[in-house]
């Protein structure tokens, strides 16, 4: 048959209707602004005529600008309901008045007014954000037929299936039902159309096409190419799977934000020189060196991090076995990190929690509590010799001076970066801008600077363990945690003080090395363009009122000493508050100390490039192997750099067409998945009700609730803009910015998830109640 004609959303409905087979189209009547305008009573008589039309009815828009192939308009215009007869003319006139600039060809829909809806939501036939074949579903279970396009506090529902598979296992069967309406569509208009609709679930289960229109995606991505693509991931999968590894327990799981969560620190899909870097410095043996110097497993040689088409993902079975004591017998050992697995495939939406909600890793006040939670599956004697364990790999790391060390050791940084530099050999040529150069500044920034800050991160979750205990316990109150954080002088909190009384230069020659996106070529230092950043009129904006100093009273030393006794732990109440501040101290300032270095040697591989004859784009799809092998002459080296940039971009582009979910189990899901609900980390107990302000798009961050997806350490110039709120997409509870917001009290929802952070980006003002735990659209 000829493909149907796309026109007006009630055209396209119109001309869909005889047709439809796998949904319904509800009974509907249209008409233009200038049959309105010259004919009210006559289509309005016609109108109740309709036997559907005889109880209520929804008048929805349908204008000439909206449904189009260069912009949707969703949600822009009004539909109003009608329950008598005597309501539908006003509601006509109103959603006619709520076109921007009504033409006489605008229409208004007039349709059964939908009601008891089981689920609701929109669908497209490829993926929106890159145009590969993906049939994308996202879908709440609510009685609001809007819910999804108009935002609030639905409970999303997000599903992919390729387009092009013969036969796809749907993870629900609504999703299996609008994949199939998806399917006749592309037959009906025509295979090449890429299309949004809206559709609902009615109490009966019926599935509703409410609309339909065209996707106006970036680009068009060959199924067969898609399929390739796939088929490679799927490989790489299973090849990751097989590989010989220090890892325990019976299963593989990836994660996007275990441990070092890699989706906060280098995004979804870095560019290969960001990925590249994040090994170096941190997850191929970084990370793993750090923990067996604390006294866990030692898992040398095994990469915490891998790589599906691009897409980087954290080694679970790897990370949880890190957190396991080295004296634990293997056998229990195994069997631990084991239910550990099976618990986070269980609870997908503790994938950002792993370390708080389902590792036990030191022996704290709810130790015993938490060992409890490990089920049927270990014996009281079992629990009691983890316990012991825990106990012991505790008391050595507070009463030992590890800690220290590392604090030692990063005060050496700047000196061993120095001594480098000065005597690095580059056959004449400048030492800054040398390969081999700038990967030794590496490999010293990894020994004095990655390494114990790595170390320190994992003594400062210790030491949140501890302060979150202390809560639990009744020792503190949540106020007073803050006030204890509050008190430590952390960066973000220097940092506030030292914008408002530090000359500028002064100022950057301090913090002018961080930059968003800290492993980022492209992202620029703060010393590169500081007015992006930074608002040097509003220096003397009055400081947030501070509150009272915390203090530890003899009453709450007595009964940390009782919990002490308690657990059979070894030091005193003085020794764990100066571990606990000095831990998180440490932690907060390593991360400055590092990325001081890592900073210089991002801007010396910028400066090689264009020395060599390479823009910095080029250079992001670099590898620090790359580096390492270049000869410091740029005749020879040019080459080299375009040939590895070539692929690197290449491989760039193909992560861009891959979508996988947040946890991967192995190649099964590839080609269909759900994504997992995602349960926010809330900070603070404030409430705000603000615009908001999406700095990576250029808005202004002043007074509005930030949304970043992704804010690492070099994002802490927001706190100098008076932000209200911050959210972002990936993130943990003891991450960062959960740290920071936390010190300086500022409400916040870190690691909302890709799909509750999309729904507030395209909001224009949210109410963020951090205490009710609820993210509310207000506008």
């Known amino acids: 048959m000829t493909p149907v004609r796309l026109g007006t959303k009630a055209e396209t409905l119109h001309r869909l209707r005889p047709f439809l087979t796998t949904a319904r189209i509800l009974p509907l009547t249209h008409f233009s602004l200038e049959e309105w305008q010259d004919a009210p009573d006559r289509l309005l008589a016609d109108l109740r005529r309709c036997d559907w039309a005889a109880g209520p009815v929804m008048v929805r828009s349908s204008a000439v600008v909206e449904d189009t192939a260069t912009g949707s308009h969703a949600g822009r215009f009004l539909s109003v309901p009608a329950r008598t007869g005597a309501e539908v003319g006003p509601a006509v006139t109103e959603v006619f008045a709520s076109y921007d600039r009504a033409e006489p060809g605008d229409q208004v829909l007039i349709q059964p007014l939908l009601e008891h809806v089981r689920a609701s939501g929109v669908a497209f036939s490829c993926d929106p954000n890159s145009g590969a074949p993906y049939r994308v579903v996202n879908w709440s279970g609510t009685d609001r037929t809007d819910a999804v396009t108009a935002g609030g506090r639905a409970e999303l529902h997000i599903s992919y299936g390729v387009a092009w598979a013969e036969q796809r296992e749907a993870p629900d069967p609504l999703v299996g039902a609008v994949w199939d309406l998806l399917a006749e569509l592309h037959d009906l208009l025509g295979a090449e159309r890429r299309l949004d609709i809206e559709f609902a679930q009615s109490g009966a289960g019926e599935l509703i096409l409410l609309q339909v229109r065209p996707l106006a995606a970036v680009r068009t991505v060959p199924p067969d190419t898609h399929r390739a693509t796939l088929d490679d991931t799927a490989r790489q999968m299973s090849a990751a799977i097989a590989a010989p590894s220090g890892a325990l327990g019976h299963r593989a799981v990836y994660g996007v934000m275990p441990d070092w969560n890699p989706a906060e620190m280098i995004g979804l899909r870095p560019r290969p020189f960001a990925f590249s870097l994040y090994r170096h410095l941190i997850t191929d043996h970084v990370w793993a060196a750090a923990r067996t110097r604390y006294g866990y497993r030692d898992l040398t040689g095994t990469r915490l991090m891998v790589q599906f088409s691009g897409l980087p993902y954290v080694d679970v079975a790897a990370s949880l076995t890190s957190f396991v004591p080295r004296e634990v017998p293997d056998e229990l050992a195994d069997r631990l990190v084991g239910h550990w697995l099976d618990e986070l495939v269980a609870k997908p939406?503790?994938?950002?929690?792993?370390?708080?909600?389902?590792?036990?890793?030191a022996g704290t006040f709810r130790t015993a509590h938490r060992l409890r939670a490990l089920g049927p599956g270990f014996s009281d004697a079992e629990r009691e010799l983890l316990a012991g364990f825990l106990r012991g790999l505790t008391d050595e790391l507070v009463c030992g001076d590890l800690w220290e060390q590392d604090i030692a050791r990063l005060r050496l940084l700047n000196v061993m970066d120095a001594d480098d530099v000065h005597s690095a050999e580059c056959g004449g040529h400048d030492v800054g801008c040398c390969g081999p150069a700038l990967v030794a500044r590496l490999d010293v920034c990894a020994a004095y600077g990655s390494s114990p800050f790595a170390a320190l991160a994992r003594a400062a979750f210790i030491a949140t363990d501890f302060l979150d205990d202390l809560v639990r316990e009744g020792v503190f109150s949540l106020a007073d945690r803050a006030r204890f954080l509050g008190g430590l002088g952390l960066v973000a909190s220097e940092m506030r003080q030292d914008f408002a009384v530090l000359d500028r230069a002064v100022f950057l020659k301090r913090y002018g090395h961080l930059r968003p996106g800290t492993y980022d070529i492209l992202s620029p230092r703060y010393d590169e363009t500081p007015e992006r950043y930074f608002d040097w009129s509003a220096r003397d904006r009055p400081a947030r009122v501070t509150t009272a100093p915390f203090e530890l009273t003899g009453g709450r030393r007595r009964r940390i000493e009782a919990l002490l006794r308690r657990e059979g732990l070894r030091f005193d109440a003085e020794r764990l508050m100066d571990f606990l501040a000095t831990a998180i101290r440490g932690r907060e300032h390593g991360k400055l100390a590092f990325t001081s270095v890592l900073g210089d040697v991002l801007t010396g591989v910028r400066r090689l490039g264009e020395?060599?004859?390479?823009?910095?784009?080029?250079?992001?799809?670099?590898?620090?192997?790359?580096?390492?092998?270049?000869?410091?002459?740029?005749?020879?080296?040019?080459p080299v750099l375009r040939e590895v940039a070539a692929r690197g971009r290449a491989a760039h582009a193909v992560s861009q067409t891959v979508v996988?979910?947040?946890?991967?189990?192995?190649?099964?899901?590839?080609?269909?998945?759900?994504?997992?609900?995602?349960?926010?980390n809330f900070v603070t107990?404030?409430?705000?009700?603000?615009?908001?302000?999406?700095?990576?798009?250029?808005?202004?961050?002043?007074?509005?609730?930030?949304?970043?997806?992704?804010?690492?350490?070099g994002y802490d110039w927001l706190f100098t803009r008076g932000i209200a709120g911050l959210v972002t997409a990936f993130g943990g509870a003891n991450s960062h910015m959960a740290i920071r917001a936390l010190e300086l009290g500022i409400p916040a929802v870190i690691g909302a998830g890709t799909a509750l952070f999309d729904q507030w980006s395209r909001a224009h003002v949210l109410d963020l109640d951090a205490a009710a735990g609820l993210v509310t659209v207000i506008a």
């Open 349 to 361: 939406y503790l994938h950002d929690k792993v370390e708080s909600h389902l590792a036990v890793s």
């Open 611 to 638: 020395r060599s004859g390479c823009g910095v784009d080029d250079m992001s799809y670099l590898d620090v192997r790359t580096l390492a092998s270049l000869t410091g002459r740029p005749a020879d080296d040019l």
């Open 660 to 680: 996988l979910p947040p946890l991967v189990t192995g190649p099964a899901n590839v080609r269909s998945f759900a994504l997992p609900q995602i349960r926010p």
């Open 685 to 713: 107990r404030g409430k705000v009700i603000a615009r908001v302000a999406r700095v990576d798009a250029g808005d202004a961050p002043d007074g509005a609730i930030v949304l970043v997806a992704s804010a690492d350490p």
